[in-house]
């Protein structure tokens, strides 16, 4: 069965410091992938995904993350981070062998950006 | 276009009894997913209703249904609640067909069960 792993629960940052997000699945069979954002008392707000073609996918709010695939990552990057941007991020997969759109999350990561 | 609406946005039941959570998705919408978040088990998937057929159930119990309606609507039903019920349920909807569309979330129901 298809799983997604964020093995950083909270990542801490100064303000204007770039920062990585980590995202491992598990299986090698065809995925779309997907980062959602979450803020306090929000539901979740895509940042980016990766359905195909280039493995440098460019999201909103200056998010950007690479598909590797020998490596089943989809890390999340951002070369400078606001305060605005404390929240929690999840990585999530679709498995192209499934016909529903059932999305598989990680458990996600705690974003703290620190003045 | 309006977003995904939920309705009620917080609801407090308690032991035994029942709860229906409703849903409305973007206009043209023809997908809903429902999910629970919890501190303890993260996201998790309920079921997935695409043109009020459902495709896909997660591992939940029996108590946890839901269905869709003619004009897209979904209502989920939890009968029986037990406290580990108490939650963030999240509804997404998608245009459809394609997989690859972005699921758009609705801020949620936060239920409490006593």
């Known amino acids: 069965a298809q799983s997604v792993t964020q093995l950083d629960s909270q990542v801490p940052v100064f303000e204007e410091a770039p920062v990585e997000l980590r995202c491992n699945y598990s299986?090698?069979?065809?995925?779309?992938l997907f980062w959602y954002v979450q803020y306090p008392n929000q539901g979740l707000q895509l940042l980016l995904k990766?359905?195909?073609?280039?493995?440098l996918v460019k999201g909103i709010n200056g998010f950007e993350a690479e598909f590797n695939k020998s490596q089943t990552s989809f890390h999340l990057r951002k070369p400078s981070v606001h305060i605005s941007d404390t929240a929690e991020y999840f990585c999530?997969?679709?498995?192209?062998?499934?016909?529903?759109?059932?999305?598989?999350f990680g458990s996600g990561t705690r974003l703290l950006v620190r003045p | 276009k309006a977003g995904v609406t939920q309705t009620p946005r917080y609801l407090i039941k308690t032991r035994g009894q029942q709860v229906t959570l409703s849903c409305s998705p973007i206009?043209?919408?023809?997908?809903v997913s429902w999910y629970q978040q919890t501190p303890g088990q993260g996201l998790q998937f309920l079921f997935e209703?695409?043109?009020?057929?459902?495709?896909n159930k997660g591992n939940f119990p029996g108590r946890f249904s839901g269905r869709q309606f003619s004009n897209s609507r979904s209502e989920m039903n939890v009968s029986t609640l037990e406290l580990g019920d108490s939650a963030l349920y999240l509804c997404?909807?998608?245009?459809?067909?394609?997989?690859?569309?972005?699921?758009?979330f609705g801020p949620g129901t936060r239920l409490l069960v006593l």
């Open positions: 997404a909807s998608s245009q459809g067909p394609s997989k690859g569309e972005t699921q758009y």
């Open positions: 206009s043209g919408h023809r997908s």
């Open positions: 209703y695409f043109s009020e057929t459902q495709r």
């Open positions: 990766y359905l195909s073609g280039s493995t």
């Open positions: 299986s090698s069979v065809s995925v779309y």
């Open positions: 999530a997969v679709s498995d192209l062998g499934d016909s529903s759109y059932k999305l598989i």
